[in-house]
């Protein structure tokens, strides 16, 4: 920069001043050492793509069976020409990003009690490390495929009074553990790592 500053032999050349920030970008301060302001720029690109479906049913049984369905498939995730579509990690950017997500819910209606099941997945994924535009491929562990089950339900006792119980995560499903520094070897973001999970409520209207 300060080499084609004075090549320019002008100081109100693109080389020497900024018209963005309206500054000089080669300079002397007040003790008079020359410095240069380097402005900054964002030189990173991301581009996604990829399909979102979602359905929703009422099945005739009994009062009505509601289903629900979103399934999410990533085709790609490039950040900087590498496709991270299908891996997890921290490696040069931290995240988890399966290729396939799927979210089921089930409601029905039992007189007064709603209930409810969610079953959500998640695609096994690829450590970040084993991309091979890394060329350090020495086989980090990734993670399996994850399900989750949720069961809930919803009592509404009078038209002031409702009780809500439920349990998440109810098969106990531990958190994935794979090769990453940090959060001790997994991603609190996306997996459950309290384990099994009951919760209840009592609303009122006043």
């Not at 979210?103 to 039992?110: I, Q």
């Not at 399996?144 to 009780?163: E, G, K, M, P, R």
């Not at 090769?179 to 009122?204: C, H, V």
């Amino acid at each position: 920069m300060v080499r084609g500053c004075f090549a320019s032999l002008d100081i109100n050349s693109d080389a020497c001043f900024s018209h963005d920030l309206n500054q000089a970008l080669v300079y002397r301060d007040a003790v008079g050492d020359l410095k240069a302001r380097v402005p900054l720029a964002n030189l990173s690109e991301l581009t996604t793509s990829g399909v979102d479906l979602n359905a929703s049913y009422r099945v005739p049984v009994g009062n009505g069976l509601q289903v629900n369905l979103l399934v999410t498939w990533l085709r790609n995730y490039v950040l900087d020409q590498i496709d991270y579509a299908g891996t997890i990690g921290s490696y040069n950017i931290s995240g988890a990003f399966p290729k396939y997500k799927a979210n089921l819910r089930l409601g029905y209606r039992f007189g007064p009690v709603d209930l409810s099941y969610n079953l959500q997945y998640l695609d096994a994924m690829d450590n970040q490390g084993n991309i091979s535009d890394f060329e350090d491929t020495t086989g980090y562990q990734g993670v399996s495929s994850t399900l989750y089950h949720d069961l809930s339900a919803n009592w509404t006792i009078n038209d002031s009074l409702d009780l809500a119980i439920g349990i998440r995560n109810l098969t106990d499903e531990e958190p994935k553990f794979f090769d990453i520094p940090i959060d001790q070897n997994t991603d609190p973001a996306t997996f459950d790592t309290l384990g099994r999970f009951y919760f209840g409520s009592l609303r009122m209207k006043f």
